[in-house]
């Protein structure tokens, strides 16, 4: 049915392109400003582009698709009414590409071909979402979990099936990191103009991000995670302005960094030049283990006779660090709030994943519930937490959120990720889809360390680039597969 009267609509207006749909367009736009005026509803003039959104998206949604991209450095963060919250305009698009996806699988499903949905990496990615429908149903508050579990289903239709569709040659990739690369460097360049005017002070840096980022960490985050695809991306032009722009912009993005004045930050751009050593020469497997090793005796330690409560800081010398300098001096004294503030939620989260082991507390609940597991020795002066941030730990918020199974489920899926991407990588013969590879590989390694201290997969300065780098890694792998096939044949 719907697919149905989808068609209808594009033969009516698609179809029979001709001088009336100008006209009519045209019509519509001073109907709606002069119905505006007359009744002081002023958003009435909206509807004009918002029809003109439709009208595109019908005719060819990748436009819209890449129109999302070019926003999602510059979107802001609206509260609305009743508790709600969006990124705006980034989160109503990804809504409206949604049901736009969902319409032409009805129309071309038949069409389609089943690779990308049968792809071992897509397979252990729908158990993770099964999974995490299950703990939603289980929930210990219903009402939130599904605000979150339909936050998460948009977010991966659109930057992950939607995009496995759209991203198919050298040419879609080489859009994509342009439509980031531009906004990107222009909320750098005004952030730093504006941050200069105060002596680029480290007090004021959260001030300075707005209305593009919510914080300085989502800032440098966004800049960390796309610092490797601007670097690599050089190698596709010779002597030519493009590549001489892109280097400039490496400039500017170490400069936005070094200013944001972000740790994890600093680490992950490190990491990503040794992470292109390991895939290189194929060490993905040692590394893998080499850290799961490590982090199961850190928490075997911690956990050993209750070591942990040795963390337990110094209430009167923990405080808020207004210069950079003795901030990181007090990260290593263990008196960095922002530090000792998380480890006052991590305690806690081990807490929580005592009490509910199985199905965990439900997606989104962490905040809901957290306060009454804390230890007062580890409080802070800013654990009230009045703006309500999470727990600043992805893992450990999938370990309370979704139980223990959806922590392993997890972790299984980043680790098959990368080194599915490492084979792919070295599978690949094609020097441009090679570097494609790298890429996607280098922004997921670089997210998945991010994620050791902060919570935002679901956020739309992060979480896109992840699961737009998964497609990438599958729809490679399938050509792979393709080009192999005919060899053979």
């Given amino acids: 049915m719907l697919a149905g009267v989808f068609q209808n609509i594009k033969s009516l207006f698609i179809d029979n392109r001709d001088w009336q749909l100008p006209l009519i367009y045209g019509a519509i736009v001073i109907l709606s400003v002069l119905a505006a005026i007359a009744t002081e509803l002023y958003f009435l003039v909206a509807i004009p582009g918002f029809l003109l959104l439709m009208y595109v998206s019908i005719v060819d949604f990748k436009k819209i698709f890449f129109l999302l991209l070019l926003l999602l450095p510059l979107s802001t963060e609206l509260n609305l009414p009743g508790g709600f919250g969006t990124d705006f305009p980034s989160e109503p698009l990804m809504l409206g590409l949604t049901l736009v996806y969902f319409i032409y699988v009805l129309q071309n499903g038949k069409t389609m071909s089943a690779g990308f949905l049968r792809h071992p990496l897509t397979l252990i990615f729908l158990i993770h979402l099964g999974w995490t429908l299950v703990t939603t149903i289980t929930s210990n508050d219903l009402f939130i979990s599904i605000k979150f579990m339909l936050a998460k289903v948009w977010y991966v239709t659109t930057f992950y099936f939607l995009a496995g569709t759209i991203f198919k040659n050298l040419k879609d990739f080489k859009t994509y990191v342009w439509v980031i690369f531009i906004p990107l460097i222009f909320s750098i360049i005004v952030i730093n103009i504006r941050h200069s005017a105060l002596d680029f002070d480290f007090e ?7 209305p593009f980022y919510r914080n ?25 302005w493009l590549k001489w722009l892109l280097r400039v912009g490496c400039l500017i993005v170490l ?10 930050a600093y680490v992950a751009i490190v990491l990503a030049a040794v992470a292109y050593f390991i895939v290189h020469f194929r060490l993905m497997k040692i590394a893998l283990v080499a850290t799961l090793i490590g982090a199961v005796s850190l928490v075997g330690y911690l956990s050993y006779n209750n070591n942990y409560l040795e963390l ?12 950079f300098d003795n901030l990181v001096e007090a990260t290593f004294k263990g008196e960095d709030i922002s530090t000792m503030e998380r480890v006052y939620r991590w305690v806690a989260a081990f807490q929580m994943a005592k009490n509910e082991p199985l199905t965990g507390f439900g997606p989104g609940t962490f905040v809901t519930f957290y306060k009454s597991f804390t230890l007062n020795s580890f409080r802070t002066y800013v654990s009230d937490n009045p703006e309500n941030s999470g727990i600043h730990s992805y893992y450990l918020m999938i370990m309370v959120e979704q139980g223990i199974p959806g922590l392993v489920i997890f972790l299984l899926f980043v680790g098959f990720i ?24 280098l922004c997921i390694i670089v997210i998945d360390a991010l994620l050791l201290i902060n919570d935002m997969l679901e956020t739309d300065k992060v979480g896109p680039f992840y699961f737009m780098a998964i497609a990438l890694i599958v729809n490679q792998d399938l050509k792979n597969r393709k080009l192999k096939t005919s060899k053979n044949q």
């Fill in 255 to 264: 400069v936005g960094i070094n200013f944001s004045y972000t740790r994890a």
């Fill in 418 to 441: 990368l080194m599915k991407g490492e084979e792919i990588y070295h599978q690949t013969k094609d020097k441009n889809d090679q570097l494609i590879v790298m890429m996607a590989i």
């Fill in 216 to 240: 300085h960490v989502n800032y440098a985050c966004l800049m960390a995670l796309f610092f490797p695809l601007i670097v690599l991306s050089i190698g596709w032009y010779k002597d030519s």
């Fill in 312 to 323: 337990a800081p110094d209430y009167s010398k923990t405080i808020t660090h207004k210069d």
């Fill in 204 to 210: 004021h840096i959260n001030r300075v991000v707005h």
